[in-house]
């Protein structure tokens, strides 16, 4: 019986040394880096040639050294020691930082199982290279944390144009949630308001391979209009396939308004800028006409010993009308001037309404009869009562001294009636009107624009 126990005993360990020698054989060839360390200390038992060419020292050094000299402890992996992360197997899994000989760092995962060999217990490490796939992961992070944040719409759909993922600014601006439009057509074949035409043709463009770019107009959900600037563009496989399409937007609703405003402006101060050259144009020839007659009088007063004194008086009515016309023109630009420059000031004060408008019903008859008109029936309406009211006498004067000036200068017959419309809640209502060639609607509003004058004629409007 002893025999026979030798005899199996001596079996057993030629058996296990095959075992052993045939996984040493294994372990040192194979491609994968392996590492065998002890349990306690972390002391290297043995390394195989991959291990060697990846770490860059050779098996004998490796065997020299602790498995703690190659980890870079990190806030991620921890100090904690292997046995903490055992399974109920016996294996573990861990990502570690690893130091190469050269200095360099690389992450790698360390898949760790515990067995008996040369009659000790040891832990035999896997260690892959993973810094490649680290680095892919942390640019897909990066890009998706790109996508997320990103100041515009970023929609991504398949090949059919369903929509895959729409970033948190899609929803922003135009109302619709991430569960709304997932799996939905995406603008590239449903453009809402847009024409089937604009549709095929975003279509035609990006199944051909090309980046479609331009303005379109959209709805938001709560069925606001809005514009946005627009580039789709084909993703490719290796192949060479198309797999999805991306769509970046932006809503520029805001900046084709500001845009739109420009242009108006531009066209009002060029409008009124021509303006201004006509009323400049129109005011030379007003203030001429008058200094014409005024020097020409009074040339002819001065040169001439021979005249009659009622010539003379003539040319002096004549010199005065005219200086008085001069003067007129000159308050008016002066004005003007004010309104322009915001110096206009109102001084308000109590008087009597009922001289005022008989001092210019006086004044206006025997303008009209002075033009010629004295067939035009001036009427003057007087307010219930002698009326006293609060203001800018001068200035109340003026206004309807330049509206009575234009219906006696636009009147060719009938009537012109002026005076106190109507006395209501402690205000007066003045009013001019007249039988003349009015105003058209369309040119009511352009009137108290500065430098207007309505219609192509020598049109003044004294005000």
């Not at 409008?271 to 001429?288: D, P, V, Y």
């Not at 060639?437 to 003044?460: L, N, T």
């Amino acid at each position: 019986g002893t025999i026979t126990d030798i005899t199996q005993r001596k079996l057993a360990e030629q058996a296990l040394g095959e075992s052993e020698l045939n996984y040493r054989h294994l372990f040192e060839n194979d491609s994968a880096v392996k590492l065998m360390t002890a349990p306690a200390t972390g002391q290297i038992i043995q390394a195989n040639l991959a291990a060697s060419e990846f770490y860059g020292w050779t098996v004998d050094e490796l065997k020299s050294m602790n498995i703690n000299q190659i980890k870079i402890e990190t806030p991620a992996n921890g100090t904690a020691a292997p046995e903490n992360s055992l399974d109920e197997q016996g294996n573990f899994y861990e990502e570690e930082q690893h130091q190469l000989a050269n200095g360099k760092t690389r992450h790698v995962e360390v898949f760790t199982s515990k067995i008996r060999f040369q009659g000790q217990d040891c832990f035999h490490s896997i260690i892959h290279d993973v810094t490649g796939r680290r680095k892919a992961e942390e640019k897909l992070r990066l890009l998706g944390k790109a996508l997320e944040q990103s100041p515009v719409s970023i929609t991504i759909s398949d090949r059919e144009g369903l929509v895959e993922y729409v970033n948190p600014k899609f929803s922003e601006i135009t109302g619709y949630r991430f569960d709304e439009v997932i799996g939905t057509n995406s603008d590239i074949l449903n453009s809402r308001e847009h024409a089937n035409v604009l549709s095929r043709s975003i279509w035609d463009t990006i199944t051909s391979g090309r980046d479609w770019i331009g303005e379109v107009e959209n709805q938001r959900k709560n069925g606001e209009r809005y514009w946005e600037s627009l580039i789709i563009s084909p993703i490719f496989d290796p192949a060479g396939q198309i797999t999805n399409f991306i769509s970046i937007k932006e809503d520029i609703t805001e900046r084709k308004q500001m845009i739109r405003d420009v242009i108006v402006a531009k066209e009002k101060a060029e409008e009124a800028e021509q303006l201004k050259s006509a009323f400049l144009a129109n005011m030379s020839h007003e203030i001429r006409t008058p200094l014409n007659a005024i020097l020409g009088f009074t040339t002819l007063l001065t040169t001439s010993k021979t005249i009659a004194d009622e010539t003379r008086e003539s040319y002096m009515a004549i010199i005065n009308k005219s200086a008085e016309g001069l003067l007129r023109i000159i308050n008016d630009i002066l004005d003007i001037s004010k309104l322009e420059t915001g110096q206009v000031k109102i001084y308000k004060q109590a008087f009597r309404i009922n001289p005022v408008l008989e001092s210019l019903y006086v004044q206006y008859q025997n303008k009209l009869t002075e033009a010629g008109k004295s067939g035009i029936k001036l009427i003057q309406l007087p307010p219930p009562g002698d009326l006293e009211m609060v203001s800018d006498k001068d200035r109340l004067t003026q206004i309807l001294s330049n509206l009575l000036d234009n219906a006696c200068k636009f009147t060719e017959s009938g009537t012109i009636t002026f005076g106190v419309a109507q006395v209501l809640h402690g205000q007066v209502e003045l009013t001019v009107s007249d039988t003349g060639i009015g105003i058209s609607k369309k040119d009511q509003a352009s009137i108290f624009e500065r430098f207007r004058q309505v219609g192509q004629s020598s049109v003044r409007i004294n005000s």
